[in-house]
């Protein structure tokens, strides 16, 4: 089977030169370069870096680089050829080696250091030097900055090498989390969530490094052995790589006065940011103050969206630091995360993770997380106010306490995220409106029976007049519990009914809307376990069939497809070590 594509048009960009003539580098012409920075990008031992935007550094090319995959999907977009992906300069390129680069292309890429704050709280001791100056992009290289049909696209580099940002790591990623990353990003595109994108995924066939896993069967909450893995790049591209935690990093150091351009330095990344991320949205017309506060309440609305998404499609990021946290309100980072098969609000697939990352409390950490963004921000405005304390001038409409705007945008996140959310829970359920006591009994029930939330949710899209349909998502035996599921399902249909009533709709219309809201396949760990596995012997057959099938997520695929991917987790999968939780070796 394919992967579902744009409708056909031809490619633009057919070479690596043609793509050259697109490059425009806006960060690093527009930002500070670190002032202690080497030019040639040779930057690989961890150090402290006092001030600036970004580091150039040169990634560390893979050894005897093979092709895996590529978004067929996202190259289409771009108006990329396929045949691009096996070109011998760009494997070159997205490996690791752009020594060789096209001209406008340049030969040096760049990384960027950011702050930590885990659930709201500020923190340095991940940084080798206690300062949080040494804390940043550690494996992840950025080598191009492109402008493709009027959209502006960074591509980074994951497992590019070491970087300043290291912090005496090797700067690799393996095979099994590249395979990981690359499918849930073409994974969450197609399932309508926001997310950095998959461009491509290359493994080395002769370098490997050593990392902590588990061994077969294994019951255990920690790796137990260790295992030589190969290692893999997998280019992923965004608007923007900017963080949460980037804006912190430079709050941060305008809060304490590190350094004389410090408030510079912290207003050139925000209003970039702006530029980058927001310039559709935002006028560039206003002033920088009225930017800033737009900024929140802009970022604040993609934020709560893609909360809502998230528990839509099951997902949870397991690891939603402010660092992994982008600015662009799209999902960042695929390290420790996973899909839900058994509903379950404490959800949480990394055993670092706790109940702050867990499933349904994902949107209190993203509270949390805009809570830190605005803490960023204070310094600024703070700044852009002093000048009309002491002016003459009294301050009109356009001129009033930034500070307390932004106060009340961060006061409003809770309401604006219930709102997403009962949106969202009325849609998976057909109606046009929330209704608190019908979600109420169904999340009880749905946690009591338990059931599998994937194919509860799409089993309930067909409009199942007994609950038979609906045992296809339970666990165990419901015999205990069949009366209240049959009284839960009858009040829906009386709100399904009454909904109709203001607003006729067919029972296949509502059957359609539900479907396009309630996916059928889910990228479970257990059918990603096996691919990985596979592909470390060279066979990347089950790595493409996951692509093509979880790139169509919604849609009613063959038999033999059902068969093999729309079922209950098997029981012996459950506890196993690597698959239904895991540490972030990766």
Known sequence: ?????????????????????????????????????????????????????????NPTPIENPEYIAHS???????GFSDSMATSPDFIRMFSGDISHLPKPMRKVGWASGYALSIYGTEYVQQCPFQTGNGYGDGRAVSVLEAVIKDQRWEMQLKGGGRTPYCRGADG????????????????????????????SLYVSKTEEVKRPWYSEGSRSKDPDMLISEAVAISTRVAPSFIRVGQLELFGRRARKNTHPKAIQELEKIVLHAIDREYA????????????????????????????????????????????????GGFTLDYGPFGFCDVFDPHFQSWTGGGHHFSFMNQPVAAQQN??????????????????????????DSLQQDYLQQLDEIQDGFSDVMQVQMEKMWAAKLGLNTFHKGLFTELRTLMTQTPVDYTIFFRELSMLPKTIAPLKKSFYKDSEG?????????????????????????????????MKRVNPKYILREWFVVP????????????????????????????REIEEKYYRLKPFEFFELGGTSHYSCSS
């Open 1 to 57: 089977m394919s992967e579902q594509l744009p409708k056909e048009t031809s490619p633009t960009v057919v070479t690596l030169n043609q793509l050259a003539e697109l490059a425009n580098y806006s960060l690093m012409d527009t930002l500070s370069c670190d002032p202690d920075a080497k030019a040639n990008g040779n930057d690989y031992l961890p150090r402290q870096v006092f001030s600036g935007h970004y580091v150039p550094v």
């Open 531 to 558: 691919a990985y596995q596979q592909a470390t012997g060279g066979n990347y057959t089950l790595v493409r069939e996951l692509q093509a099938v979880m790139t169509q997520p919604y849609a009613e695929q063959s």
């Open 172 to 199: 690799r990623a393996v095979l099994r989390s590249s395979i990981r990353e690359f499918l849930a990003q073409d994974h969450m595109h197609a399932l309508g969530v926001e997310t950095s994108r998959a461009l």
């Open 280 to 327: 559709d949205v935002i006028d560039n017309q206003l002033t920088s103050p009225e930017k800033v506060v737009m900024l929140a309440r802009e970022f604040r609305s993609r934020l709560t969206s893609l909360m809502a998404n998230w528990i839509r499609v099951g997902f949870c990021q397991g690891n939603f630091n402010s660092d992994n946290c982008a600015l």
């Open 72 to 78: 067929k999907s996202f190259f289409h977009e771009l």
């Open 481 to 513: 519990m069949d009366q209240q599921w049959s009284g839960w399902l009858t009040k829906w249909h009386s709100h399904i009914a009454s909904d109709n009533v203001a607003a006729p709709r067919s029972t296949d219309e509502i059957s359609r809307q």
């Open 370 to 395: 805009f809570k830190s963004f605005c803490t960023a921000l204070r310094p600024l405005l703070a700044s852009y106010q002093e000048p009309l304390q002491h002016s003459s001038l009294q301050p």
